[in-house]
């Protein structure tokens, strides 16, 4: 009971300088992450977010619904251009998520016992946003920023609620844990675990079991914001991916299921052998934006421990499933940094908490300065650009291509990069509506081709292939993607000029033969003719100039292609030359760096071969088939030690 009342007393003698202390981390954070956030469109899934907020529209799943709903007050400001709008959004989401970092740090002090010195708890939010993992989504268009925020919302919700026996508090964390069906899956995750933990502390102390079917029901009523999906999703937005229209597509959606059924192998797939693996690069690279801080997010778990086990449990608990999430249920975000930044907030704040119980130690301020030092040192090692507002390159490349194209023209992408910057453009810039983009992985939804087809020319100009999909649609009655895609190809070529994005194996395989090399996609031709592909590669490295480590990887996955496109063409001299340039465009690049030992292995070069099959081997351990390639390769030269350690490898991923 002392421990309630001295809490409670700490909380109103404070919270006027606290509140004041939060709103100007708020205030700062917000500054300085908008004015150097990326100025349009960016890589990856940042078109389609765009897109599906300026629509009111279904992004992939699982959707998003608040992300969606509370990005579209943004996208109503009168500042900036559409795509610089839902940046913002990201840019105030994160600022929120550095402040909650700083309050939550604040009351886990009170906790302890402690007094807290805001200085030292200003660790927690500087510690965050040195993070490379927080920069990235901070700057520009994605889900997590957000969810970060909303889900240490819950956090402090359900934190005062316990200590402070608050059932109103409880009552809010329930709500917002909820709500968190709307943001990225692990925001209710990682908010209903500490909700959990929450409940045991105060039913422990007030035996109030009657409240917990209560906040039950309010996490349930916070979860129907995800009826958006439904409702926006009968309207037939541009932006309906997958088109959850009826209970049945809704469940699917919001599950994840055709996801998870397309990277199957990826994701629930993954071997515990590889999950190991998985595990070790979540570490490196969680650390890559941490390390500066981490002695003192130990000593802030070590604190925790001596003060309160049972805090200390919930934490270590907490960054062990992020790990663990990002190991085995996401494995494909590791390296695309989509996933650990949880685990970053959960550092920093533990590396605030440090600071602040040490801080009226001996030699106690020298640490808190020392943590604060390391944690602004983070800010010129993390592995990242920090001034994203000169990364136009995403929106270059594809205006440059849109500009460059016939009118009613077709193209058919494969990338997250050419077919989501293409929605963006095309949907809030109202830029060539002429265009017909179709995603060859989504043309077995009916719905999904319809609807492009209906909103970009419809029969007007694409006789053909209107005709071609009413006659069968693609991919039904047992016919394959390559024969759909094919389909596809013939009719929209006696329609007008079509481009084709490289990607997807077999289905590419087949029209190889008629690509002639263009950027970012390649023509699609009857008749070859001159191909022009050394002036094609040096328009894909002119955009590296104005690109970021993703905005580079495009290009750099753009030249990998060529390359094989090369190779088709039996040119490997050409192919060689492609593909060293995309390995200088992103050093990391396994695919290229395995097609390098390829062709270099096609040429008798066994000696340079093994060197980038260890390279692309390094670049992804988990790339099976560039320990294939370092295993036939060292075979065939007679490396007895390095086709030993492959087949190890090998037999790993076997087991």
Wanted: proline letters at 4%.
């Amino acid at each position: 009971m002392k421990g309630l009342q001295r809490l409670k007393a700490l909380l109103a003698t404070e919270s006027h300088d606290v509140t004041a202390w939060a709103l100007a981390v708020f205030a700062i954070s917000a500054f300085v992450l908008l004015i150097l956030s990326v100025p349009g469109i960016y890589v990856k899934d940042s078109g389609e977010l765009v897109a599906a907020i300026r629509g009111m529209g279904v992004p992939h799943p699982t959707g998003f619904s608040l992300y969606c709903l509370t990005g579209k007050l943004f996208d109503l400001l009168p500042f900036g251009a559409g795509a610089f709008r839902a940046n913002a959004f990201s840019a105030v989401s994160a600022a929120g998520a550095a402040t909650l970092a700083f309050l939550l740090t604040v009351e886990l002090a009170r906790i302890l016992g402690i007094r807290p010195n805001l200085v030292a708890a200003l660790v927690s939010p500087i510690a965050l946003i040195a993070s490379h993992l927080f920069w990235q989504h901070a700057t520009t268009t994605e889900v997590y920023a957000f969810s970060l925020a909303g889900m240490l919302l819950a956090f402090l919700a359900w934190v005062r609620g316990a200590f402070l026996q608050d059932a109103r508090w409880l009552a809010v964390g329930a709500v917002v844990t909820g709500l968190g069906a709307g943001g990225h899956l692990t925001w209710p995750l990682y908010g209903a675990m500490v909700g959990f933990s929450a409940l045991i502390v105060y039913l422990r102390s007030t035996k109030r079991f009657s409240l917990v079917p209560i906040l039950v029901l309010l996490a349930i009523l916070g979860s129907l914001v995800s009826l958006y999906l439904l409702a926006v999703a009968n309207r037939g937005p541009y932006m309906n991916w997958g088109s959850p229209a009826d209970l049945k597509g809704f469940l699917a959606h919001l599950t994840g299921s055709r996801i998870r059924t397309s990277f199957q192998d990826e994701l629930s797939g993954v071997p515990l052998g590889l999950v190991w693996i998985n595990f070790k690069r979540s570490v490196l690279t969680l650390s890559d934006g941490a390390i500066a801080i981490i002695p003192a997010a130990l000593a802030g778990l070590v604190l925790l421990f001596i003060k309160r086990p049972f805090l200390a449990v919930v934490a270590f608990c907490l960054l062990l499933a992020d790990l663990l999430f990002s190991a085995r249920i996401n494995p494909m975000g590791i390296v695309d940094w989509q996933t650990l930044l949880p685990s970053a907030s959960y550092l920093a704040i533990l590396a605030g908490v440090a600071t602040v119980v040490l801080w009226d130690y001996k030699w106690g301020k020298v640490l808190v300065f020392a943590s604060i030092a390391a944690a602004l040192a983070q800010f010129s090692v993390s592995p990242i650009e920090r001034r994203m507002d000169r990364v136009t390159a995403a929106s270059d490349i594809v205006w440059d291509f849109l500009d460059a194209l016939p009118p009613s023209a077709t193209v058919f992408t494969s990338s997250d990069n050419l077919s989501s910057s293409l929605a963006g453009i095309q949907l809030v810039e109202t830029a060539r509506p002429d265009v017909l983009v179709l995603v060859k992985q989504h043309m077995s939804d009916a719905k999904y081709t319809a609807a492009r087809l209906d909103q970009h020319g419809g029969a007007s100009n694409r006789g053909r292939l209107v005709g071609s999909f009413k006659g069968q649609a693609f991919e039904s009655a047992s016919e394959t993607p390559q024969d759909a895609v094919i389909r596809a190809l013939a009719a929209s070529s006696q329609d007008g000029a079509v481009w084709f994005e490289l990607g997807e194996g077999m289905v590419d395989r087949a029209v190889m033969p008629n690509l002639k090399p263009d950027f970012p996609a390649f023509r699609y031709v009857e008749r070859q003719s001159s191909d022009q592909a050394d002036e094609v590669a040096e328009r894909a490295i002119v955009h590296i100039e104005n690109a970021d480590r993703w905005a580079a990887g495009w290009s750099s996955n753009f030249l990998t292609q060529l390359g094989i496109w090369a190779v088709f063409k039996n040119n490997n001299a050409q192919a060689a030359r492609y593909t060293a340039m995309a390995i200088k465009a992103e050093p990391g690049n396994a695919k290229a760096l395995n097609n390098m030992a390829v062709i270099l292995r096609a040429e008798g070069d066994f000696e340079n071969a093994i060197k980038f099959a260890n390279l692309a081997v390094k670049a992804d351990s988990s790339y099976q088939r560039g320990w294939k390639t370092l295993a036939n390769t060292a075979q065939m030269a007679g490396d007895s030690e390095t086709f030993e350690k492959a087949q190890h490898a090998l037999k790993s991923f076997e087991r």
